[in-house]
């Protein structure tokens, strides 16, 4: 069973283009969580989505930062008009259950803003 | 609002030697649950040991125990007989469930970066 997928791995962007940054999650599992880690710091939560559906985006900055889930395919985590403070590692995590279970994430997108 | 605290932002420790890493945290929740992860050069995470914090013994993970004290809110990663491996960044979580959507999310500490000495 494959793990949590995330690409790309780096992903260099200059200021003012747009980040794509996609999520496959393990199968079976129905819910995604996307995190973000500044340097030198810890995790933070940005949102969480299952299948066709945006259900907590309390940690997603409200403008230029959208996600989706659709139903077939990868979630995408889309940073329109990047800027230099949005350089950051990018995890996304999968669950079979929104519950206390484990959350198992990928291997993490690192972007860099020129 | 829930916080986690990791207070010591590097150690290193010989090999072979144990090692305990500390974490406190603040919630009003009764019910909740605790994880160390383990952050390599990789970036990868790698979840290390987790406590049900309705459990009162102590989670085991083979080199790996936790000293969870639930009333001072204490939740501190002992690491026995420390192997050159171990050398990574280590994060204290705590997951909640939030009141208004129902998210179980995942809260960090800042980490503490383990060296470990040849």
């Known amino acids: 069973n494959a793990g949590v997928m995330q690409n790309p791995r780096h992903l260099v962007r200059r200021r003012g283009q747009e980040a794509r940054l996609r999520c496959s999650p393990m199968?079976?599992?129905?819910?995604v969580y996307w995190y973000r880690q500044l340097p030198e710091e810890g995790l933070k939560f940005m949102v969480y989505l299952q299948k066709e559906n945006i259900i907590d985006e309390s940690g997603m900055p409200k403008e230029r930062f959208s996600a989706e889930f659709p139903k077939e395919g990868p979630s995408i985590l889309r940073i329109q008009q990047v800027v230099r403070g949005d350089s950051a590692a990018y995890f996304c995590?999968?669950?079979?259950?929104?519950?206390?279970?484990?959350?198992?994430f990928g291997p993490g997108t690192r972007l860099t803003v020129l | 609002a829930q916080t986690v605290t990791q207070s010591q932002p590097e150690m290193s420790v010989q090999e072979a030697e144990t090692v305990t890493l500390s974490c406190t945290y603040d919630?009003?929740?009764?019910?909740?649950?605790l994880f160390w992860y383990k952050q390599p050069p990789s970036r990868q995470m790698i979840l290390v040991i987790r406590?049900?914090?309705?459990?009162?013994q102590n989670a085991t993970e083979n080199r790996f125990s936790v000293n969870f004290q639930k009333a001072a809110k204490s939740f501190s990663l002992k690491i026995s007989d420390s192997q050159l491996g171990d050398t990574a960044m280590y994060f204290c979580a705590f997951m909640k469930k939030e009141g208004t959507s129902g998210t179980y999310k995942y809260i960090f500490g800042t980490g503490t970066r383990l060296k470990v000495l040849a």
């Open positions: 995590a999968s669950s079979p259950f929104n519950s206390y279970n484990e959350q198992f």
């Open positions: 406590q049900e914090a309705y459990k009162q």
């Open positions: 919630t009003s929740e009764s019910n909740y649950y």
């Open positions: 199968k079976g599992h129905s819910h």
